[in-house]
């Protein structure tokens, strides 16, 4: 039996505010454990929580981005279960009335568009943090990430392939880069995700059981583990088992999920609203105002790239797919507006070699200045393109200016007649026989010429002169 997989994505963004949900502890990563801490993001009796307005703003910039409904009135709730980086005993959340409902992200799939629905964006508090290695027979909490911000953006179960998910889980993590509310840092736990995952007969309506994988932290950790979940489902109902509803933890190092616990409903939780919390009312002019601050979207600037500068829609996507590519294109055309130029140097010879060393564009040695300044040099004549990728190759290994490597290698381009006619005619007076045979008709021997000559002139002779000269000297 033919069987396709049942993917919904719940992914968990950590808000880019300076203080946390309810309090105001800063929310800096790798502080020393417990010193972003107070009574009331500890649970301690008596300490009552404020809503931090900055979050619910930047909650409502994601609702916006993904087309959701924004309610004027949203309800936090009290979400009841026990564990050891949880002193309250509850986790503030929304349920029955989320904060955004209803939207949607267009996803872009090797060159077709898939609509993939956003069920909720809802607001909560994270929990702490157990820490495990620092003694073999006990646990240590970090209570400092306990009340940071997330959003919480639910998707419905659209996605059918690891690939979809993946892309998904991509474009999402861009569009929340853009709108600067989250660092897209999933090393730090600032975006991750779980996944829930079901098998199904290919054309069956009915949806399968579908388990949890929980916490994946990286696109790699994504892929992996919703392919092995759909292979170790299949094989259940292969051998006439049942798929259990359960959560599930992903192990990278062992290649394989593991039960963590059953699934819980709803109701396990014993959902109630926070007493502690007025209704969150969003007035319609607040709203307004966010919806005209939002910053320009990927989709906008992709457009924007093919309709102002003349770019094609795939060069365009690929800038606009990373904001910090984007970021970067746009510094170093403010230094030398050559959009093609500058788009085919980033794309193909930055990213190319950033990819191999697994580094991103804001690690780059390069700066947008000196990108622009080379390709003005390749433009202006100074250097041909073969020069340049010498050039760039210092560049990329230690960030120098590309003027300092041009004059301390003595690579300016020959672009001076008297200075290439006594090469030209050197080259023809020692090749007698294929200057002939040029004139004879085989005229393909002028690319035998035009090495020749490079070879002398150590490829400094401009290509277009030396092409010129030598078709006027063979006659």
């Known amino acids: 039996m033919n069987y396709e997989p049942v993917i919904g994505l719940e992914?968990?963004?950590?808000?880019?505010t300076q203080s946390k949900l309810f309090c105001g502890c800063p929310t800096t990563f790798g502080a020393p454990p417990n010193t972003n801490i107070c009574p009331v993001c500890t649970g301690q009796p008596g300490a009552l929580p404020v809503l931090n307005r900055t979050a619910v703003e930047f909650a409502i910039r994601a609702g916006l981005a993904l087309q959701c409904t924004i309610a004027p009135r949203s309800v936090f709730a009290r979400k009841n279960y026990f564990y050891?980086?949880?002193?309250?005993?509850?986790?503030?959340?929304?349920?029955?009335?989320?904060?955004?409902?209803?939207?949607?992200?267009?996803?872009?799939?090797d060159g077709a568009t898939k609509r993939i629905t956003i069920q909720r964006i809802h607001?909560?508090?994270?929990?702490?943090?157990?820490?495990h290695d620092a003694h073999d027979r006990y646990s240590h909490v970090d209570l400092n990430r306990s009340s940071v911000p997330l959003i919480e953006i639910v998707s419905g179960p659209d996605l059918r392939s690891t690939a979809e998910a993946t892309a998904y889980l991509k474009q999402l993590r861009n569009i929340l880069m853009y709108l600067?509310?989250?660092?897209?840092?999933?090393?730090?736990?600032?975006?991750?995700?779980?996944?829930?995952?079901?098998?199904?007969?290919?054309?069956?309506?009915?949806f399968g059981t579908r388990t949890e994988l929980k916490n994946l932290?990286?696109?790699?950790?994504?892929?992996?583990?919703?392919?092995?979940?759909?292979?170790?489902?299949?094989?259940?109902?292969?051998?006439?088992?049942?798929?259990?509803?359960e959560t599930r933890l992903w192990d990278e190092a062992a290649g394989r999920s593991a039960s963590l616990r059953s699934k819980e409903e709803a109701h396990d939780y014993r959902y109630f609203p926070d007493p502690d919390l007025c209704p969150l009312q969003v007035e319609a002019a607040w709203l307004e105002a966010i919806r005209g601050a939002l910053p320009e979207l990927p989709q906008q600037k992709m457009e924007r790239y093919v309709r102002a500068l003349g770019l094609s829609e795939y060069d365009a996507r690929v800038l606009t797919a990373d904001q910090q590519v984007a970021h970067f294109f746009e510094a170093a055309i403010g230094?030398?507006?050559?959009?093609?130029?500058l788009c085919n140097w980033i794309t193909s010879e930055l990213q190319g070699r950033l990819n191999a060393a697994n580094l991103d564009i804001a690690q780059a040695k390069i700066t947008p200045a000196h990108?622009?300044?080379?390709?003005?040099?390749?433009?202006?004549?100074?250097?041909?393109?073969?020069m340049a990728k010498g050039v760039f190759e210092v560049m990329y290994q230690d960030g120098a200016d590309p003027e300092t490597i041009i004059q301390q290698q003595g690579l300016k381009q020959v672009s001076d007649p008297a200075a290439l006619e006594p090469v030209i005619d050197a080259i023809l007076a020692a090749n007698a026989a294929n200057v002939a045979a040029y004139r004879?008709?085989?005229t393909n021997l002028l690319a035998f010429f035009i090495g020749q000559v490079m070879k002398q002139t150590k490829g400094q002779a401009n290509p277009q002169l030396l092409q010129a000269l030598l078709k006027k000297k063979l006659g």
Do not use: W
């Open 11 to 16: 992914v968990h963004a950590q808000l880019l």
């Open 335 to 341: 230094h030398h507006a050559s959009p093609k130029a």
């Open 180 to 206: 600067r509310i989250c660092d897209g840092n999933m090393q730090e736990g600032s975006l991750r995700c779980d996944a829930n995952i079901s098998m199904r007969p290919v054309g069956s309506k009915a």
């Open 371 to 386: 990108l622009a300044t080379l390709v003005k040099r390749i433009e202006d004549g100074t250097i041909t393109g073969k």
């Open 217 to 245: 932290n990286s696109f790699r950790f994504l892929e992996h583990a919703i392919t092995y979940e759909m292979q170790r489902q299949i094989a259940v109902l292969e051998a006439g088992g049942r798929v259990e509803q």
């Open 440 to 442: 004879a008709g085989k």
């Open 84 to 109: 050891p980086d949880l002193p309250k005993g509850y986790q503030i959340s929304q349920y029955e009335r989320p904060l955004c409902e209803h939207g949607f992200l267009d996803c872009d799939l």
């Open 123 to 131: 607001m909560e508090e994270d929990a702490g943090k157990l820490l």
